[in-house]
């Protein structure tokens, strides 16, 4: 992912499964080793977080550590894609506030320059319920897929080693916008993000720039609503005070 376009060219990793099957193949082995085990994958749960290295209620759950040992080369795209599809539900809050800040870590991770993600011990040990992400996944698969069928690798330069740092850095302006807890503020920008994601997986620039203009469209209107909506209450306290 964050390599450049010469090595992208020599590199076989575009016949790689696609980010759908790869994120349910990951999601399957990790439920597996949980039911396997009888509790949460997590060996050692964090004293200092309470709560966090608890097996959950409703099924096997495993911790973001255990989902970034499994990932592969593209685990920016891979981690950033399947934790963007939760946030992208509409009117549903708290959840995504949480989950974008692992996000948060990881964006700034890419604009840094890093080629493997890394998350503090207070991150990695959270946990998620194995089947919510699931069935999170499977009702965006019929999306995922469609954009896979067009997804190939183009415009290299935009999924290279200074793009995808560029593209990490452009990556706050929405999630900061899915931190913000008001109707409307989540689930358009965290669908641009999984279009990106999904982009940075398969290595198409074009699918890249298209999940950042729907983030930024978005975020531009709310900025412009928000701009609007208070000029009419400036106008209506100064007539009325």
Not at 67 to 93: Q, W
Not at 100 to 123: N, T
Not at 164 to 171: D, I
Not at 174 to 191: F, Q, R
Request: aromatic fraction near 6%; glycine fraction near 10%.
């Amino acid at each position: 992912m964050s390599r450049t376009a010469t090595e992208d060219a020599r590199d076989p990793s575009p016949a790689l499964a696609g980010a759908t099957d790869t994120l349910r193949a990951i999601l399957t082995d990790l439920e597996s080793a949980a039911s396997a085990r009888g509790a949460s994958p997590i060996a050692e749960p964090d004293p200092s977080a309470p709560g966090r290295g608890e097996p959950k209620e409703g099924g096997p759950t495993a911790s973001l550590g255990d989902l970034l040992e499994r990932l592969d080369e593209r685990a920016f795209g891979l981690i950033m894609l399947l934790l963007a599809l939760p946030t992208s539900i509409p009117f549903v809050y708290v959840l995504p506030q949480i989950v974008c800040l692992p996000m948060l870590v990881l964006a700034g991770q890419m604009a840094s320059g890093r080629e493997s993600p890394w998350l503090p011990k207070s991150l990695r040990v959270r946990t998620f319920e194995i089947r919510r992400f699931k069935s999170v996944l499977s009702g965006g698969e019929r999306y995922l897929r469609f954009l896979e069928h067009f997804a190939r690798p183009r415009l290299a330069p935009v999924t290279g080693r200074l793009g995808t740092r560029l593209v990490g850095a452009l990556m706050f302006v929405p999630l900061i916008s899915v931190l913000v807890p008001l109707p409307g503020t989540n689930a358009v920008p965290a669908a641009g993000v999984a279009v990106a994601s999904l982009g940075l997986i398969e290595r198409d620039g074009v699918i890249v720039i298209l999940g950042l203009f729907i983030s930024f469209a978005w975020v531009a209107l709310l900025l412009l609503f928000g701009v609007q909506a208070a000029t009419i209450l400036k106008g209506w306290l100064t007539a009325h005070i």
